[in-house]
């Protein structure tokens, strides 16, 4: 049944769940079935016992490490997804009489703003959803709230692939971070809170990321329930019920590989990298249409088109027969998206390009 990885992994371009490094799956797999001679996995150990306490512990630090934070800020592991804090967020830090200003310039953007104005008062500081190429707002076209609670940005749109380069600046900025986290240095405790689904940057789906400034936990109203409330989430350090520990050990381990890789310096470098090599190819002849404004183009979510919708099927098809998944674009936006994580090698990268040149040699 067993195939060694370098015979059977192919270059997996999905957005998420997206491909995780192999170190990471072959670390998991040697200890699978017996933890570091504890003789059971670590799937099978108590969130309250020393093997898991070692591994909250290693998660905890090493995003803290990773992102240059100090005590200003709090680790959350908690579940349910970006999507569920789409809610949560606003349960937490939009109190009676506020406003929260959002951004709404993709396909994320809308659900946050839409799960937002369930729980209260929403101003949307610009739509841009509609203009082609598609694009972020530029910080002077906000139009901004007096005092709002927060300012709530998506920094990459992994459908549409626009990401922020230069954030707006905000009191109590709100990211969601989901598929860019950890790929670029940014000043991580400049923000108010963050949050990350971690299927993208940080290993499979189960856990969210949630950093929060300390002085934002006590914004909560007391209506709403304590599985929710970052405070009670932050009091007992994530383990308020059961977390989901095989994930929350998976980041431990990306986290740690990150490290490894010389932290978010070194690995935004590569990302750069990749990016670029992708994009110069898009840019060097008419065949390839790049679906983001220049400026707005994303380096974790890569879209563009092809001559005609027929080519683009033909593409995805051959790029499949390549060893090469996942390079359809979402349905809203059509055309090709290649998601290029952190775990996505540069061979891939230059795979994919190899195969666009031949391609367009082909039927160009
Ligand atoms: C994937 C994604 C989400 C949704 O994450 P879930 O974990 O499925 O809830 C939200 N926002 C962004 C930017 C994403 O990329």
């Known amino acids: 049944m067993y195939k060694h990885p370098q015979m059977s992994r192919i270059y997996n371009f999905s957005a998420g769940p997206a491909t995780i490094p192999e170190a990471v799956l072959a670390e998991a ?44 800020h709090e680790v959350l592991f908690m579940t349910g997804g970006a999507t569920s804090q789409f809610s949560i967020i606003p349960m937490n830090l939009l109190g009676e009489g506020k406003t929260a200003d959002y951004t709404l310039d993709g396909s994320w953007a809308k659900k946050a703003v839409a799960a937002g104005k369930k729980v209260g008062s ?83 789906s189960g856990v969210t990321l949630v950093i929060v400034r300390k002085d934002l936990l ?40 990150m490290k490894e890789q010389g932290g978010v310096e070194a690995i935004q470098v590569v990302n750069e990298r990749k990016a670029k090599t992708l994009y110069d190819q898009i840019d060097s002849s008419d065949y390839w249409t790049g679906s983001a404004a220049v400026e707005n183009r994303s380096d974790m979510n890569v879209t563009f088109r092809l001559p005609s919708e027929d080519l683009e099927a033909q593409f995805l098809k051959e790029a499949g027969e390549n060893g090469m998944s996942a390079l359809k674009g979402h349905r809203s936006v059509g055309g090709i998206r290649a998601s290029i994580y952190n775990a996505m090698p540069e061979a891939g990268v230059e795979t994919l390009v190899s195969f666009m040149k031949a391609f367009e040699a082909a039927n160009g």
């Not at 799937?43 to 990773?66: C, F, W």
């Not at 970052?230 to 998976?250: E, G, W």
Request: proline fraction near 5%.
């Open 122 to 204: 929403i101003n949307v500081a610009a739509d841009v959803r509609e203009d082609r190429p598609l694009r972020l707002p530029r910080i002077d076209e906000l139009q901004l709230t007096d005092n709002a609670a927060y300012l709530h940005v998506t920094s990459n749109e992994t459908i549409e692939g626009i990401q922020w380069k230069e954030f707006p600046k905000h009191d109590t900025l709100v990211s969601d971070m989901s598929s860019d986290i950890l790929s670029r240095k940014l000043d991580f405790s400049s923000f108010g809170l963050i949050y990350a689904g971690a299927q993208k940057n940080l290993g499979p």
């Open 29 to 72: 797999q040697e200890h699978l079935l017996n933890y570091h001679g504890a003789g059971f996995s670590i799937m099978e150990a108590s969130h309250r016992g020393p093997q898991y306490d070692a591994v909250h512990t290693e998660a905890t630090a090493n995003i803290k490490e990773l992102m240059g934070l100090g005590d200003t």
């Open 218 to 257: 006590e914004a909560a109203d007391d209506s709403i329930p304590e599985i929710m409330k970052y405070s009670v989430q932050a009091s007992k350090n994530s383990l308020f019920n059961t977390p989901p520990t095989f994930s929350i050990y998976m980041l431990a381990l990306t986290t740690r590989w």
